[in-house]
């Protein structure tokens, strides 16, 4: 089944209409692919799915223009976003993020059950989240999708089974419409585009 036949529903067969689920049997669940974007967009995530290269780059110019950002703006750490984007790379993180107003990164996974993503070194050098500016975009594509920060811990494990990376975390979209309360107080989530590559 394609990703665009799970993100949007498909029509129902004859004999999927003519049995319809019992309420004592275990609820069937969502497809991966869709808890992670319902769970994302609930918490105030922007998602852009693209099938080409020139999606993806138009997508990133319209994010650039609904925003009123510049090129400058955006502090880039990955050499492959850099080129791909046409974007300055950042050698000393520490002294350029301060001036910037976006971060743009790659992510390790994309964490279903809460539409959180999750990050390392290899995307953030050193730095925590609350050196991170308030604007991040992430690219990612659908073979990055885990159902919880364990099944995604465990295959960062598996992938990096050399050397696993450190500053291991999971980073949240901002919901404009929550007010943030005590529980929330130094995790705050960020404002998140994220351009999902097929």
């Not at 300055?88 to 990164?105: C, H, M, Q, S, V």
């Amino acid at each position: 089944m394609s990703f665009w036949n799970n993100l949007f529903g498909k029509k129902k067969s004859p004999e999927e209409m003519d049995n319809p689920q019992s309420p004592f049997m275990p609820k069937k669940k969502d497809p991966i692919e869709i808890s992670f974007a319902s769970n994302f967009t609930n918490k105030g995530g922007k998602f852009l799915f693209v099938d080409s290269d020139e999606m993806a780059v138009s997508f990133f110019k319209e994010i650039l223009i609904e925003n009123r950002w510049v090129h400058s703006d955006i502090a880039c750490l990955d050499s492959e976003i850099s080129f791909f984007y046409n974007l300055d790379l950042i050698d000393d993180e520490a002294a350029g993020i301060n001036e910037k107003k976006i971060l743009f990164i790659k992510c390790e996974f994309l964490i279903a059950n809460t539409g959180g993503i999750l990050i390392s070194s290899n995307q953030i050098k050193n730095l925590n989240l609350t050196q991170l500016p308030e604007n991040i975009i992430i690219t990612a594509n659908t073979k990055q999708f885990a159902n919880d920060v364990s099944d995604g811990m465990s295959m960062l494990k598996s992938f990096y089974s050399d050397e696993l990376p450190t500053n291991i975390t999971t980073i949240n979209p901002k919901n404009s419409n929550k007010e943030s309360d005590f529980l929330t107080h130094g995790k705050g989530g960020k404002n998140i585009y994220l351009i999902l590559n097929q």
